[in-house]
């Protein structure tokens, strides 16, 4: 009789998901369709500059002629694998990453199961499937779309890997490789995972087992990384692990005056740094790379505490409620509004989990320590909210947890309150 409910509540389960997923898959198409396609400028016209050479030409240059490791080859590597199977319009991409996003709602379901239960794990997949932010992303021509896929599949075999599942191996293989595909689309990735490395291996249960895996996942990493640095130190004799974009990324957040805000290129000092040099020229990216890197240090150490300050105002800068600006919801006043109210909820009920001691469960660390040591690497380069992208869907898991913790408690506060009039209601009876 059991497996007969089992059967029946796992239907129901995929019921559910189907329609998340349909109706999800229907606003995706309509918002590619929707909003249209304006010219490429910036990141993205770099990013399918340098598709369409890898296709046309087989070199990684924005321009062509000039090899450049300016952007990382994660997602430049993704657009021209579609290009090669004909997909070469805005469109065709935007549903591709689609796809993309209902596999990262996917993959959200997946880990929130593991970890909590399957209510949880269905609130946590159909916020993500649905939340704008993320639903939005798809129609750039940016890397956070893939890099939210990529770290989500990391984190779900990761924790695959941890929780003492067979086949433990092969999931340690699995993490360390979408740790490296991850960090070839968004570089700081390959730090995000290194402050848990020690406290795997401190734990005293299985310590030889566990240093295994973990040796096992830093090598698949670094064996995805392999190419890429091989590659950049043959064309420009430099050991380049990430991309020579770092150094400007840093100077622009860490620049004092600037406030932590891209002032763009024809601003002091960086107008006069980049003079006559441009980045996508290899051996003037290097320069510029390094310059940054020494302008940014020697602006933090001139004015120490207020670059502390400018440090702690970018936490709370990244996790800046989104959209910007009413523009980037047709102009409604409404929209822009509501969905700004909607993702400090969010972020609150996350943080209603982080503060609650009945909740403060061992295998949500994890996930907060995620969160903690992202912010902690980005806070020092230019801190805007599509940054937060990729890590959003965790604090979605933990707002779900939070609501229906809410939920539960309130539910409990009205079944007390109803409880103690019936108890009076008896009392006054009895008398």
């Known amino acids: 009789m059991r497996s007969i409910f089992n059967r029946t509540s796992r239907w129901k389960t995929k019921k559910a998901l189907g329609v998340i997923a349909a109706l999800a898959l229907t606003s995706g198409i309509l918002l590619a369709f929707v909003i249209p396609v304006s010219a490429l400028t910036g990141d993205d016209w770099q990013y399918w500059e340098l598709a369409k050479n890898i296709v046309q030409r087989g070199e990684?240059?924005?321009?062509?002629?000039?090899?450049?490791?300016?952007?990382s080859p994660g997602y430049p590597f993704f657009l021209a694998g579609l290009m090669l199977m004909g997909l070469k319009q805005v469109r065709t991409v935007r549903m591709i990453q689609v796809l993309l996003h209902l596999a990262t709602a996917g993959m959200v379901y997946q880990s929130a199961r593991k970890l909590t239960s399957d209510s949880i794990a269905m609130i946590s997949a159909a916020l993500v499937a649905f939340w704008p932010a993320l639903l939005s992303s798809t129609t750039f021509v940016l890397s956070e779309t893939l890099t939210t896929f990529l770290l989500m599949a990391t984190i779900y075999a990761s924790i695959r890997q941890w929780r003492?599942?067979?086949?433990?191996?092969?999931?340690?293989?699995?993490?360390?490789?979408?740790?490296?595909?991850?960090?070839?689309?968004?570089?700081?990735?390959?730090?995000?995972?290194?402050?848990?490395?020690?406290?795997?291996?401190?734990?005293?249960?299985?310590?030889?087992?566990k240093t295994y895996l973990v040796l096992v996942s830093l090598c698949c990493c670094l064996l995805l990384q392999a190419p890429w640095v091989i590659r950049n130190a043959l064309a420009f004799h430099a050991f380049i692990p990430t991309n020579t974009n770092s150094g400007i990324s840093l100077f622009r957040g860490s620049y004092v005056p600037w406030d932590g805000y891209d002032q763009g290129w024809n601003a002091p000092p960086l107008n006069v740094l980049a003079r006559n040099r441009s980045p996508f020229r290899s051996v003037d990216a290097q320069y510029l790379n390094q310059t940054g890197r020494k302008y940014a240090l020697q602006s933090t150490l001139e004015q120490p505490a207020?670059?502390?300050?400018?440090?702690?105002?970018?936490?709370?800068?990244l996790w800046a409620p989104t959209p910007g600006s009413p523009d980037q919801v047709f102009g409604s006043q409404?929209?822009?509004?509501?969905?700004?109210?909607?993702?400090?909820?969010?972020?609150?009920?996350?943080?209603?989990?982080?503060?609650?001691?009945?909740?403060?469960?061992?295998?949500?660390?994890?996930?907060?320590?995620?969160?903690l040591n992202w912010t902690?690497?980005?806070?020092?380069?230019?801190?805007?909210?599509?940054?937060?992208?990729?890590?959003?869907?965790?604090?979605?898991?933990?707002?779900?947890?939070?609501?229906?913790t809410m939920i539960t408690r309130i539910q409990t506060m009205i079944r007390s309150m109803s409880d103690h009039k019936r108890h009076k209601e008896h009392l006054f009876g009895m008398e």
Not at 185 to 198: A, K, Q, Y
Not at 204 to 209: A, L, P, S, V
């Open 306 to 317: 207020k670059a502390a300050g400018l440090y702690c105002r970018k936490w709370a800068r």
């Open 376 to 404: 902690l690497i980005h806070a020092f380069f230019e801190a805007m909210p599509r940054y937060a992208l990729p890590v959003l869907p965790l604090i979605l898991v933990l707002s779900s947890i939070g609501l229906q």
């Open 164 to 209: 003492g599942d067979h086949s433990n191996q092969r999931w340690a293989a699995a993490s360390g490789l979408f740790w490296g595909l991850t960090a070839l689309c968004h570089p700081s990735v390959l730090l995000v995972p290194i402050p848990f490395l020690p406290l795997a291996l401190a734990q005293k249960e299985n310590c030889r087992k």
């Open 60 to 71: 990684f240059a924005i321009r062509a002629g000039s090899p450049t490791a300016w952007r």
């Open 334 to 371: 409404s929209l822009f509004y509501g969905m700004r109210l909607l993702h400090l909820l969010a972020v609150c009920l996350a943080m209603l989990v982080l503060f609650d001691p009945a909740l403060y469960r061992r295998q949500l660390l994890f996930l907060f320590g995620v969160l």
